[in-house]
């Protein structure tokens, strides 16, 4: 069965540290894993895309990983700023399918940084 | 989310009503998605439509629940004799090819909640 699981479900860290989100997945074949970001009420913005043959992508302050063999993610994110304060969702997109129903959705790791 | 627009951002209904949601995707973007997000709970896929074409809608159910992308103008889900459960965010996403792989640019949703 194809899924899609993130951990923790939430984190809270003082503003400045570092944080590491994981992301699993059974998605199979693969194609591609993304990260996005969703701030309360508002809809999901893409940070990263990652396919096979990457391991590591960055955008600013935020590191994705991939370990394909491992079916692995994790998102870094450094230096964190309170605007970090979200929720962040991996998601995996299968080779076959059509359209959009061979993305699967994590549920999620709700981010608070505090002062 | 600049490009994928969503309206009304929130919509009461009572029970028993009809609910309209509305999304103009993106310039250039001829594919449309669409999401439904429970609170706590990841996105889950509804429907995939291209101009005047339902694609896929495996994940829209089979009563009350229709779409539509017209030649002229927005995608609409329409939500027949609406009921508590259909409370949720829904969200509309478009990209410029149908391929999952494409980046899909979401809108910030429509918040539907039922009397």
């Known amino acids: 069965k194809n899924q899609v699981e993130q951990s923790p479900q939430s984190l809270i860290i003082l503003e400045g540290k570092n944080c590491t989100l994981q992301c699993n997945y059974t998605v199979s074949p693969f194609s591609n894993l993304r990260w996005y970001k969703q701030d309360t009420g508002r809809g999901p913005v893409s940070l990263t895309i990652?396919?096979?043959?990457?391991n590591t992508k960055s955008n600013g302050r935020y590191t994705a990983t991939l370990d394909a063999d491992t079916k692995q993610s994790s998102l870094h994110i450094t230096a964190s700023q309170l605007s970090d304060s979200a929720s962040y969702i991996c998601?995996?997109?299968?080779?076959?399918?059509?359209?959009?129903?061979?993305?699967?959705f994590g549920t999620g790791t709700r981010l608070t940084v505090i002062p | 989310n600049a490009g994928v627009m969503q309206n009304p951002r929130h919509l009461v209904r009572r029970r028993g009503q009809e609910a309209r949601l509305r999304c103009s995707p993106m310039k250039g973007h001829s594919h449309v998605y669409w999401y439904r997000q429970l609170p706590e709970e990841g996105l889950k896929f509804m429907v995939y439509?291209?101009?005047?074409?339902?694609?896929?809608e495996s994940g829209m159910p089979k009563e009350r629940f229709s779409a539509e992308f017209p030649k002229e103008g927005p995608s609409i889900l329409r939500i027949q004799q609406v009921v508590r459960g259909d409370s949720a965010a829904y969200f509309c996403?478009?990209?410029?090819?149908?391929?999952?792989?494409?980046?899909?640019?979401f809108g910030d949703g429509t918040r539907l909640s039922i009397l």
């Open positions: 996403a478009s990209s410029p090819q149908g391929q999952g792989a494409q980046p899909q640019h």
């Open positions: 990652m396919t096979f043959s990457e």
């Open positions: 439509l291209q101009k005047e074409n339902i694609i896929d």
């Open positions: 998601v995996v997109s299968a080779l076959k399918g059509t359209g959009a129903n061979n993305l699967f």
